[in-house]
C-alpha cells in the first residue's frame, strides 16, 4: 500500500468520542517505549506524526490518524506503565477497554512487543483479554535491529510456546520490525491493503 496521505484527525480520552465515520480502523498498542510512536511514523512515513519520546507514558489518549482517506490508524495508550498512580492506571485501563469492547470500526489490532525480551505476563495477559473480547490481532515485533536472526527466531518460538501454553490454538499472525533500519513496513501495510480489500 501507498500512503498518499496521512493526517491527524483527533485525540481524547472517551471511545464514545472517537469519529464515527463507518471506514475500518486499525489499533496500535504495546508497553509504554515499545517503539510504538516510532512505528507509526515508520507506517506512515512521516517524521513526526506520532510523538516519539523517551519518556514512558506521554501519551495517555486514543489518537486517530486518517490514512488515504480511507482508513484510520489508532494510537492507543501504552499499558503496563508503572509510574502512574493507581488511580491514573484505572481511568486509562478503562477507555481502552471501552474502546475495544465497543468500538464497532475496529477491524483488528496490532500488539507490539519489544523483541529484546522474553514473552512478558502483561504481554500475555493483554493478547488473553483481546481473545476473550474477541477482538481479532496480530502481534508486531519491535527494534528488531537491535538483536541477530537466531535471536529473532528464538524470540518468536518463545512466543509461540508460551501462547499455545495459555490455550492459544496458534500463534496469531506476526510481523519482525525495525522502525531504525526501515524493516516490516511494507508486510504491515500489505496486510492492512488485504483485509481493507476484502
Ligand atoms: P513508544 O513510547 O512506544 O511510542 O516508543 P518510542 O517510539 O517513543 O520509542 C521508544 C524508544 O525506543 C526511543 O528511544 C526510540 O528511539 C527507540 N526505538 C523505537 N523503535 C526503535 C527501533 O526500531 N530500533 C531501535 N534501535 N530503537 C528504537
Known amino acids: 500500500m501507498k500512503i498518499n496521505t496521512a493526517e491527524f484527525v483527533v485525540s481524547n480520552s472517551d471511545a464514545k468520542k472517537c ?10 498498542i504495546g508497553r509504554s517505549n515499545v517503539g510504538k510512536s516510532s512505528l507509526i511514523n515508520m507506517l506512515t512515513n512521516q517524521k513526526n506524526l506520532a ?20 482508513w ?21 485501563q478503562k477507555f481502552i477497554t471501552d474502546y475495544f469492547e465497543k468500538r464497532q470500526q475496529l477491524v483488528s489490532a496490532f500488539v507490539l512487543v519489544d523483541i529484546r525480551h522474553e ?30 536472526k537466531q535471536k529473532v527466531n528464538s524470540l518468536v518460538a518463545d512466543y509461540r510456546k508460551k501462547m499455545l501454553a495459555d490455550n492459544w490454538e ?7 520490525t525495525s522502525s531504525e533500519d526501515k524493516i516490516g513496513r511494507d508486510e504491515v501495510l500489505e496486510y492492512i491493503d488485504e483485509i481493507n480489500k476484502e
Open 19 to 28: 469519529p464515527n465515520e463507518p471506514i475500518p480502523e486499525y489499533a496500535f
Open 51 to 70: 510523538k516519539t519520546s523517551s519518556r514512558p507514558g506521554k501519551t495517555q489518549l486514543i489518537n486517530h490518524f486518517k490514512i488515504n482517506s480511507n
Open 72 to 92: 484510520y490508524l489508532v494510537d492507543l495508550p501504552g499499558y503496563g506503565y508503572a509510574k502512574v498512580s493507581k488511580k491514573t492506571k484505572s481511568t486509562f
Open 119 to 148: 514473552a512478558q505476563k502483561i504481554d500475555l495477559e493483554f493478547m488473553q483479554y483481546l481473545g476473550q473480547s474477541e477482538v481479532p490481532f496480530s502481534i508486531i515485533f519491535t527494534k528488531a535491529d537491535k538483536v541477530g
Open 170 to 176: 496458534e500463534m496469531p499472525p506476526y510481523f519482525v
